[in-house]
């Protein structure tokens, strides 16, 4: 494949910045480069454009060390909260990674962040505060609090007796309740009723003589 050296007018990623003499495909600068306003072609002419290219990459980037300082120290400040699904256990579906923490910077703050800045050793695996570690310029690190929260609805306590208060009576125990106190007014009911003799029976029991 035919390669073409060309200037860099523009901060490419993975290619180079303003003023970087680079080697490309000659069709990816024909194509691409030159089309957009990218490159130009590297000619004694196009040298004399260098300085100004230096010039221009020098401010860019003094504008993006100061602004990702700044950013740097706001970012340190906020708490980025991210919900996750969980068991009854409490133990989470998934992970959550560095792509999940930049859209809830834009989500949250407005704050948009390659997530390629945003370094986890590992995803993130358990619920609480976590340090996230930020490379926001060659020159500007930070740290953010990402703090991972359920959200999963818990289920509900169990309502525990109130002291002093009686349990209610069971369906069981009222019955037998029931009974007992029935018991002895059956009975008294049921016991035989002594005839009393009458006044008259009495005194002709008593004058009759005994044979």
Do not use: W
């Amino acid at each position: 494949m035919a390669k073409t050296e060309v200037i860099l007018t523009h901060n490419i990623v993975g290619l180079g910045a303003e003023s970087d003499q680079v080697k490309v495909a000659a069709g990816y600068a024909r194509n691409y480069l030159f089309p957009k306003g990218l490159a130009i072609p590297l000619t004694a002419a196009n040298k004399r454009r260098l300085e100004v290219l230096r010039q221009r990459r020098a401010e860019r980037e003094a504008h993006e060390l100061n602004t990702m300082t700044e950013l740097a120290k706001s970012i340190s400040k906020l708490i980025c909260l991210i919900s996750v699904k969980t068991g009854e256990d409490g133990k989470m579906f998934g992970t959550v990674t560095s792509g999940m923490i930049a859209d809830q910077l834009k989500t949250q703050f407005d704050i948009t962040l390659d997530k390629k800045k945003i370094h986890l050793e590992s995803p993130i695996r358990s619920l609480g505060d976590h340090e996230v570690e930020l490379h926001l310029h060659p020159d500007v690190k930070s740290t953010l609090k990402v703090r991972v929260e359920s959200s999963t609805p818990l289920p509900p306590p169990e309502a525990a007796p109130e002291a002093g208060k009686e349990e209610p009576k069971t369906e069981k125990r009222g019955r037998r309740a029931e009974a007992a106190a029935a018991a002895p007014a059956e009975k008294k009911a049921k016991a035989p009723r002594t005839e009393r003799p009458a006044k008259g029976e009495k005194a002709e029991k008593a004058a009759k003589p005994a044979k």
